[in-house]
């Protein structure tokens, strides 16, 4: 998978792929991350890439020349599955849209600044636009490390237990049941009979049970 990742200040997403399971995707050559800095495509001295918004208003817009550039440089040179803006009003992130799209091949995510993009660049090229919550950060660019932290995690191989992100919350729709390690009493908390008796499906019907509880008592949406 590669994932083309635009920018105003790409440098504030680096650490997140310098470390952990990124950092070993990339290694491995699961996946490719490149940042581009969309000040590269400016055609202005100033390397400008804002402007006034039309109509009058607080903030500044991104504009839509060097975003049109960038994307349809990228486009010129591969297919891209899905084009996604990172955006408040965009649909809410969730572990189906991180599956459907772990299975794509390439992507361009990209990151809002200031009070946004121009519209134009929204119909010309966006398939797609995700917020990962009902509030407003700075840029789009640290809903993009998410974004790709959610998806790069469910390639083949990246972990080392596959079988671990099947397991994931959200996966069944429902919360992950609780989960517990050595030892086996600690501060007079006992760690649950069922899971010491080695009868799997037992254990497995507890933990399904324990998963409808907490999703009914913190998310009874998701049964919805």
């Known amino acids: 998978m590669r994932i083309d990742i635009i920018s105003a200040v790409p440098d504030l997403m680096l650490s997140p792929f310098r470390t952990s399971i990124l950092k070993r995707a990339m290694e491995k050559g699961q996946a490719e991350v490149v ?15 804002d402007d006034a918004p039309y109509g009058g208003g607080a ?21 891209y599955d899905e084009i996604i803006y990172l955006t408040p009003d965009g649909e809410t992130l969730n572990q189906k849209t991180a599956n459907t799209l772990s299975i794509k091949e390439n992507l361009i995510f990209v990151c809002g600044h200031y009070k946004g993009i121009d519209q134009r660049v929204r119909d ?10 009902d509030y407003v950060l700075t840029g789009g660019e640290l809903a993009a490390c998410v974004l790709a932290d959610a998806v790069i995690r469910l ?3 990246v972990l080392n237990d596959e079988q671990s992100a099947l397991t994931d919350s959200f996966q069944d729709n429902l919360l ?6 050595r030892p086996e009493v600690y501060k007079g908390l006992k760690v649950p ?10 254990i ?8 409808l509880r907490i999703t009914a008592e913190r998310r009874p949406d998701l049964l919805d």
């Not at 817009?61 to 010129?76: A, F, Q, R, T």
């Not at 992950?176 to 390690?181: D, F, G, R």
């Not at 009979?193 to 009868?199: F, H, I, K, R």
């Not at 497995?204 to 998963?211: K, L, S």
Request: charged share 25%; net charge negative.
């Open 176 to 181: 992950s049941p609780p989960i517990y390690t």
């Open 124 to 133: 010309l090229h966006i398939t797609k636009e995700i917020s990962i919550g």
């Open 59 to 79: 903030g500044m817009v991104m504009m839509v020349e060097p975003l049109d550039k960038c994307i349809s440089e990228l486009k010129s040179q591969r297919h």
């Open 204 to 211: 497995e019907q507890w933990r399904h049970d324990e998963a």
């Open 193 to 202: 009979d069922v899971l010491l008796s080695g009868n799997f499906s037992k």
């Open 155 to 157: 390639l083949p191989g």
């Open 35 to 49: 940042f581009h800095d969309i000040r590269n495509w400016s055609s202005n001295n100033y390397r400008q890439i």
